[in-house]
């Protein structure tokens, strides 16, 4: 077995986990507060990467030339407009069924995804679009094995996905909202007694998770340069699986969940046959949740009596 190979296929899994893993995270954060998965968090992050592709047109044309603020500029203003649709999401989608039964949610957020499918094919075709490589250039990491490449967009990629889940776990441990959250987690009914507005805190924690699935549309964006209006089933999908596999509910483990579905789908890709990958994906998922029914990091639900 070639160790090139080996680094070069678990750079690229740390790279692709690191997307899944803040996709996973709005899934994560709704499920915890709500209960519910937000299924139309998928399509959050295909329009994600259409928003990329028009601010950065946008702010070339108003004549900035400094790339690093265009493309920080471009992560500011899609993160805005994606924590808007995952704010329009829930005030569409759950609010006005939070008193139904439980399936009724599920279903009018698939409804909400295919809406926004059909609004971006409609309004951008169904053509791929794509933008022009910004970031070239890539760094050689010498080791006893070989060299191991890595890109420059990729190194942002790692460097952003962490910075984001650091600032993220801030708020939820640090600040009131975080404070809020959990309360709201934990007993929604008893935080409204005591002063929290549960549904403004709901309808902030769709809108973080969707900043997320923001971040990851522009990072994914950089990075492959090409989409399309259906990318957001399969990435959801594996998104979500991510999200199960580290242990739904929890912001560590959707992380953990991305990385090691990354890795798997890399190492299984450049040993074995891309076209199972999915399959190998999946039959992980179903081991882990055999021998760990709540995920790698998952705590078992207690049923209060």
Same mark, same amino acid.
């Given at each position: ?5 080996? !680094?070069?296929?678990?750079?690229? =899994? ?17 499920? =915890?507060?709500? =209960? ?88 951008? !075709? ?25 890109? %420059?967009?990729?190194? &942002?990629?790692?460097? &952003? ?11 939820? %441990?640090?600040?009131?909202? !975080? ?7 934990? #007993? ?8 929290? $507005? ?29 989409? $399309?209006?259906?990318?957001? @089933? ?5 998104? @979500? ?33 891309? $076209?199972?990958? #999915? ?6 998922? &179903? ?10 990091? !998952? ?7």
């Amino acid at each position: 077995m070639d160790l090139h190979i080996i !680094g070069q296929q678990a750079v690229n =899994g740390l790279i692709l986990g690191s997307i899944y893993g803040l996709i996973a995270v709005g899934y994560t954060m709704v499920y =915890g507060i709500i =209960g519910m998965i937000n299924f139309a968090h998928g399509e959050i992050y295909m329009v994600s990467a259409y928003l990329t592709a028009i601010f950065l047109a946008l702010l070339t044309a108003f004549g900035l030339q400094s790339l690093p603020v265009v493309l920080f500029l471009t992560l500011l203003l899609t993160m805005a407009f994606t924590a808007l649709y995952g704010w329009t999401v829930e005030r569409l989608a759950y609010r006005p069924l939070r008193g139904s039964t439980r399936l009724a949610p599920w279903i009018s957020a698939i409804g909400i995804s295919l809406v926004l499918q059909n609004y971006v094919r409609i309004s951008q !075709g169904a053509r791929n679009q794509g933008i022009p490589v910004l970031l070239e250039g890539k760094f050689r990491l010498q080791a006893a094995a070989g060299t191991v490449q890595i890109t %420059h967009v990729q190194v &942002v990629i790692v460097l &952003v996905a962490l910075a984001s889940m650091a600032v993220l776990t801030w708020i939820m %441990h640090h600040t009131s909202l !975080g404070r809020c959250c959990r309360a709201t987690q934990q #007993d929604r009914r008893m935080a409204e007694l005591l002063g929290v $507005d549960s549904g403004r805190i709901i309808a902030t924690v769709f809108a973080l998770g969707a900043a997320m699935a923001g971040v990851a549309g522009v990072l994914v964006t950089l990075n492959y340069g090409s989409f $399309d209006f259906y990318i957001g @089933f399969v990435t959801g999908i594996k998104a @979500f699986t991510a999200a199960v596999l580290g242990g739904i509910g929890s912001l560590p483990g959707a992380m953990l969940g991305g990385v090691v579905l990354g890795l798997a789908e890399s190492l299984f890709s450049g040993f074995v046959n891309t $076209d199972y990958k #999915d399959v190998f994906a999946f039959a992980i998922l &179903v081991l882990v949740l055999i021998w760990r029914p709540s995920g790698l990091l !998952g705590r078992p639900e207690v049923e209060k009596v």
